[in-house]
């Protein structure tokens, strides 16, 4: 089995993606062996209302027979932000919440990002942070959203002790300053971005905070899922067990899903 924790659903205002629909994700799981998905929406980040973009994921995720796992983002800038949290949480039973600050004009250290870390704390829901949507390199001159930075990651990890983080589409990450911050236990990691076999990027953090706190992630629908795939290949050296959990297994217990 197969849990991907980085994709997701919708039009992307910059460029022509491919499998932006459930349908045509579900078709692009099916050829690739992948059983179920994370999927935030990509209208929540671009809709001036974020949580029109929620009600057209869920209602989207409803026929995948729970293979697409739909996840809230709140945008803490928009009044009424706390009652679609609740909404969220309460009638569609979100299993995260999404925050995209870079987006959304925000900082996690600020009076909106601390308000809305605070609150998906008091849930006990993980909040899911994507560091960047796209290289910088290759965006649309429109889009100027800066990439998160560790250093405000990890500022909100020791501001919010409690609070589990899914980490998506993220590089750099450290293990030990990851520890420092207080993350061991309480983080999962996609290695969408990271390198398993020249820099073995993956592996040295799964020797610093443990084999739970990796999963598989493709960043679907901007990249191709087939490195995703060569990456869990490569870490087949490790125990079968650990194979295991990378594939599905921590995702399935970090958001509390059914198996």
């Given at each position: 089995?197969?849990?991907?924790?980085?994709?997701?659903?919708?039009?992307?205002?910059?460029?022509?993606?491919?499998?932006?629909?459930?349908?045509?994700?579900?078709?692009?799981?099916?050829?690739?062996?992948?059983?179920?998905?994370?999927?935030?929406?990509?209208?929540?980040?671009?809709?001036?209302?974020?949580?029109?973009?929620?009600?057209?994921?869920?209602?989207?995720?409803?026929?995948?027979?729970?293979?697409?796992?739909?996840?809230?983002?709140?945008?803490?800038?928009?009044?009424?932000?706390?009652?679609?949290?609740?909404?969220?949480?309460?009638?569609?039973?979100?299993?995260?919440?999404?925050?995209?600050?870079?987006?959304?004009?925000?900082?996690?250290?600020?009076?909106?990002g601390r308000a809305a870390l605070a609150r998906i704390a008091?849930?006990?829901?993980?909040?899911?942070?994507?560091?960047?949507?796209?290289?910088?390199?290759?965006?649309?001159?429109?889009?100027?959203?800066?990439?998160?930075?560790?250093?405000?990651?990890?500022?909100?990890?020791?501001?919010?002790?409690?609070?589990?983080?899914?980490?998506?589409?993220?590089?750099?990450?450290?293990?030990?300053?990851?520890?420092?911050?207080?993350?061991?236990?309480?983080?999962?990691?996609?290695?969408?971005?990271?390198?398993?076999?020249?820099?073995?990027?993956?592996?040295?953090?799964?020797?610093t905070l443990g084999v739970e706190s990796v999963a598989f992630?493709?960043?679907?629908?901007?990249?191709?899922?087939?490195?995703?795939?060569?990456?869990?290949?490569?870490?087949?050296?490790?125990?079968?067990?650990?194979?295991?959990?990378?594939?599905?297994?921590?995702?399935?217990?970090?958001?509390?899903?059914?198996?």
């Amino acid at each position: 089995m197969i849990i991907d924790v980085n994709a997701s659903l919708g039009h992307y205002p910059f460029r022509s993606l491919r499998c932006t629909t459930a349908e045509g994700m579900l078709a692009l799981m099916d050829r690739n062996g992948i059983d179920r998905a994370v999927v935030t929406s990509l209208q929540a980040v671009f809709y001036r209302d974020a949580h029109r973009g929620n009600e057209e994921l869920f209602e989207a995720a409803k026929a995948s027979a729970g293979r697409l796992i739909p996840v809230a983002t709140v945008n803490p800038t928009y009044v009424g932000w706390e009652r679609d949290l609740a909404d969220a949480v309460e009638r569609w039973k979100t299993k995260a919440v999404a925050l995209t600050p870079e987006y959304h004009g925000y900082t996690l250290t600020d009076a909106h990002g601390r308000a809305a870390l605070a609150r998906i704390a008091d849930y006990g829901l993980p909040v899911v942070l994507r560091q960047r949507l796209e290289d910088r390199r290759q965006r649309h001159a429109w889009d100027r959203a800066e990439d998160l930075t560790v250093a405000a990651l990890l500022a909100a990890a020791a501001a919010f002790p409690k609070l589990k983080f899914l980490l998506v589409n993220w590089a750099g990450l450290d293990g030990a300053k990851l520890m420092q911050a207080g993350l061991n236990g309480r983080c999962l990691v996609d290695f969408a971005r990271m390198q398993v076999v020249y820099r073995q990027d993956a592996l040295k953090l799964i020797e610093t905070l443990g084999v739970e706190s990796v999963a598989f992630g493709s960043h679907l629908p901007f990249d191709y899922v087939a490195s995703s795939l060569v990456k869990l290949a490569n870490v087949e050296r490790l125990r079968p067990a650990d194979v295991e959990r990378i594939a599905w297994r921590n995702a399935a217990e970090f958001l509390g899903l059914e198996k």
